[in-house]
């Protein structure tokens, strides 16, 4: 027996050595999931929380490890509510992570009876890229939001339903400063603009550079909570950037552009 063993902590099989690895790793994935974000400091607190209970419980103290145990037992009901969101978005992203490679997307398509038109990935690809190359050059805010296995019904049904072929003089026209769908998004599914003037979800990350107006906020929030890629025209700078996991990527030309908007589209 160690000189420490009794603590409790040092007496350690294989299977608790693996339990400590697998606890740390939810803590780091947790932690790089909602850094940024508001429920970073509820985060830490329920962490140090738990840490205390730990160590009173070694420590064999039990008035604190009956009221430590009852925090945390509250605690559970508690932490639903307040992280409703952060849980939401972290089950979309177990489920999407397969769904965003191409494997993953034609074995849907599959199973569930789709079929993907033959040609259509290209001049999807050409009419969005040149649609926000003329918008860049006017200086034209737009927002384009590209569906793919996530459903987005919620946010179609807070604009106006379109239902038109992919073409750049209708995307233009309905970004057009004048126009009454000018405000809100474009979402596109298959190879249809669904609806104009949807409202999205803004981001609740905080380091944010400031260049970053709202119609990036609303791509970053609408990638982060679904599979969704996300294409934004700044009215101030006109530049492009292309949003995909809540991860923004600046666009230096409209080749560039089309890479990843085929890459989106499903062009091979």
């Known amino acids: 027996m160690t000189p420490l063993a009794f603590l409790g902590f040092l007496e350690l099989s294989v299977a608790d050595i693996l339990d400590i690895i697998l606890l740390g790793l939810i803590i780091f994935f947790m932690f790089k999931w909602i850094k940024g974000t508001s429920a970073m400091s509820i985060f830490v607190a329920i962490v140090s929380l738990f840490l205390i209970r730990v160590v009173v419980g070694a420590f064999n103290m039990r008035l604190m490890t009956a009221i430590m145990d009852m925090l945390l037992d509250v605690g559970v009901l508690a932490l639903i509510v307040i992280f409703q969101p952060e849980i939401r978005k972290f089950l979309m992203r177990l489920g999407n992570r397969y769904m965003n490679s191409k494997g993953g997307r034609k074995f849907l398509n599959r199973i569930l009876g789709r079929k993907t038109a033959i040609g259509a990935g290209a001049t999807i690809t050409n009419e969005i890229a040149e649609a926000c190359a003329r918008m860049s050059e006017d ?29 750049r003089r209708l995307l233009m026209n309905l970004f057009f400063k004048n126009s009454p769908l000018h405000d809100g998004a474009v979402i596109i599914s298959g190879n249809r603009i669904v609806a104009a003037r949807c409202t999205l979800p803004i981001t609740e990350k905080t380091n944010i550079p400031a260049r970053y107006g709202m119609r990036h ?41 089309k890479l990843l908007l085929g890459a989106a589209t499903g062009e091979e």
Not at 239 to 253: H, L, Q, S
């Open 217 to 257: 906020k609303a791509a970053i929030g609408i990638t982060e909570e679904t599979d969704a890629e996300a294409v934004v025209v700044s009215e101030e700078t006109g530049r492009i950037a292309y949003v995909k996991g809540g991860t923004v990527t600046p666009i230096n030309n409209i080749n560039e552009l």
């Open 139 to 167: 200086k034209t805010g737009a927002l384009i939001v590209i569906a793919h296995s996530s459903p987005l019904d919620e946010i179609i049904s807070t604009g106006d339903r379109i239902d038109a072929a992919i073409h």
